[in-house]
Structure formats: C-alpha cells, structure tokens
C-alpha cells in the first residue's frame, strides 16, 4: 500500500509491476514477500509449496518453482553422509530394525525406541531379550542387552566392577574391556547396516537433506530498481 502510494498508482498496479521486475514472489496464500528473503532460507520447504499449490490450480507460482530450483543445495548423496547410531534424525523405527537384525529377529516385535527428555531408552520384551543372541555377538555376559545398546545410542562407555571382601568395588578391567568391544562393533556396524537397503537408503538420504541441507543465505540485487537521471 505504501509503495503504491509513493508511486501514485493502485495496490493492484504497483504489486504487478513488482511481480513483473522480479522485485518480489507470490505466496501459495497470495501475499507477497521480497525476492531476496523468499529464495533463502529453507528453501526446500518452500519449493514444496509452491509445488502444492501449482498441483492445486495456482500455475503463477510455477515462476516460484522456477526460481528454487535454480538456487536449491544439490542434494548430499549417502555415501557421503555420516550416520552415527544415535543420530536423531535417524527414525526410531530404524533403529528397533537394527535392533532386531542384531538378534537374528524377522520383524520388531517387542522392541521398542524411545528418545524422552533427550536421553535414550531401549526397551526389550521378553520374546527379544531372551534370545541366545542377546548375550552373543553383539551380547555380553555382562550386561543386559538393552543396556549395552542404549549405551551405543548414547555414545557412552560402560564398566563391569566386582566388589572386594572388605566390601569396596573395583573395575574388572578385562571384563569392561570386553563390553565396550561390543558397544564399539553396535556403533561401528550401524551405517553399514543403515545404508544397506535400497528403499531405507533413498528414504534416509531424503530425509537428511530436507533436515540438514534445505537452507539459501540472502543475495541482495537492486538490479530491479530504476534511478532516474542515472
């Protein structure tokens, strides 16, 4: 209204010739934001807008799309991806399948991921954690094997103590050694076993650049404004 005010035509006048200079793009609902705020930012976000409501009947917004496309961060392929076990954008239902792969399991039945309050827990019904391979390979006599999963989750280290006939404890240094061998191999095998299925691959690689790699920074371009006399 003020920009049409200054140059003494309508709103409807002013926002085309706007539109037409490239000074400022259309939203899906219809207001209008400068060029150089709407392509930065997460603009993936905004190119699947602008997709929608091109899908919805609006084509001017296919001048958006147009736009996005050019300035959009080429997608990070997998192989170039770091997928940490206890990486959070990594789907909980993820990580019950690694769980269930470790113990030799078909499905996730009994197994259950959470993330509350920032912190992990891995819960194991009894049909899981009563499995032979619980306490073999990626298992341990010494712990439970929830607890030395949620220990690969939390990237954290675990120990094994013995208490003394004066009743003081002290760390079973062999024992711990061997724990954290098999906390270690749970971590190191997970993105191998991550990347492994083609479908899970194409899904996590999408989900990691709409999370990680989505953003623009600002380019400033007055090539649109006229000065007179100059």
């Known amino acids: 209204a003020n920009i049409a005010k200054l140059a003494n035509v309508s709103e409807d006048q002013a926002r085309a010739e706007l ?72 789907p909980l239902s993820d990580y019950e399948k690694y769980i269930a792969h470790m113990l030799g399991m078909t499905d996730t039945n009994g197994i259950t991921v959470t993330f509350p309050s920032g912190k992990w827990k891995v819960n194991l019904e009894n049909n899981a954690s009563r499995r032979t391979e619980a306490a073999t390979n990626y298992g341990s006599k010494y712990k439970s094997f929830q607890t030395v999963v949620s ?13 003394n006939t004066d009743g003081s404890e002290s760390v079973d240094v062999a024992a711990t050694e061997e724990l954290n061998e098999k906390v270690s191999k749970i971590k190191e095998d997970f993105a191998a076993w991550l990347w492994s299925d083609p479908e899970r691959r194409i899904q996590l690689e999408k989900e990691y650049n709409h999370t990680f790699n989505a953003w ?4 400033y371009d007055g090539s649109f404004m006229s000065m007179q006399g100059m």
């Open 151 to 163: 220990a690969a989750l939390s990237n954290q280290n675990l120990s094994v103590k013995y208490k």
């Open 19 to 90: 539109i037409e200079k490239g000074a400022v793009y259309v939203l899906p609902n219809s207001d209008i934001m400068p060029s150089d705020m709407y392509l930065s930012g997460n603009v993936r976000l905004k190119l699947e807008e602008a997709q929608q409501a091109v899908l919805d009947g609006d084509a001017e917004l296919q001048r958006n799309i147009d736009a996005l496309k050019q300035i959009i961060p080429d997608d990070i392929p997998y192989f170039n991806i770091e997928a940490k076990i206890g990486a959070t954008w990594v």
């Open 216 to 219: 623009a920074t600002p380019k």
